[in-house]
């Protein structure tokens, strides 16, 4: 018995780009899980995993927290079914996006959190207003008025990832595996919460994020999000 904790915002919407890639993960390997949702004020709903961030899963007994430590004991728990790295080399080229997917995220969220912060459930606005002027050290406000100053940065950080779509469909190849996930969670969060692009018809990446769409019985497009 399969259980996901994963963030919810207001209007039922998912934003949180770790979760994405817990749900495409759990998906590719077949498996079903019963999800929770948690605002971030709902930390108590999963406290006994004795840290504060989702996603977290619970198999049976088995507590396994940080989305890429979900995706290694998915791998190595259920070796039956489809690879998310499809071996060892896999495994630590798939390590690289987990260290540099946050790169993308941080210029994501800088440009849409006020967006977020629209998006919140009512009950954590005062919560994630107070967390979020902490961590970058000035209001909202202004972080939202200075939000168009990271397009540049986001251009350069998709560069590579554009390049790699020219020849072949998916990051990991012909067939999509963990280091997609990885990506399109961060996809998913600004689609859940803004209607900013930042992909347009006949980019590269927007082909491959509407392919990424199509998944699992279009999962991604299962959730209260802006139009492609
Ligand atoms: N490294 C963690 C990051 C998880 C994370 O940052 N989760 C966010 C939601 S996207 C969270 O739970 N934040 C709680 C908070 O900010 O209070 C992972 O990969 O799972």
Known sequence: MLTLYELLGADDRRFSPYCWRTRMALAHKGLKAEIIP??????????????????????????VFDSWDIACYLEDTYPDRPSLFGGPVGRCEARFFNEWAP???????????KDIFDHVHP????YFRLSREQ????????LGAESDNH??????AMAPLRAVLEHQPFFCGDAPAYADYIVFGH??????????RFVEK???????RS??????????????????
């Open 103 to 113: 790169t993308l995220s941080r210029l994501f969220l800088l440009t849409v959190i």
């Open 123 to 126: 009950d954590d606005k005062a």
């Open 187 to 196: 996809f998913q969060m600004v689609r859940s919460i803004s209607p900013k």
């Open 135 to 142: 961590r970058f050290g000035k209001s909202l406000e202004q």
């Open 202 to 208: 006949g980019d590269a990446l927007y082909e491959w």
């Open 211 to 228: 392919r990424m769409l199509d998944l699992f019985d279009s999962l991604g497009r299962s959730v209260n999000a802006y139009p492609e």
């Open 151 to 156: 397009r540049a940065a986001i251009d350069a």
């Open 38 to 63: 948690c605002k971030f004020t709902d930390k108590h709903l999963f406290a006994f995993s004795g840290q504060d961030k989702v996603p977290v899963l619970k198999d049976g007994d088995r507590v």
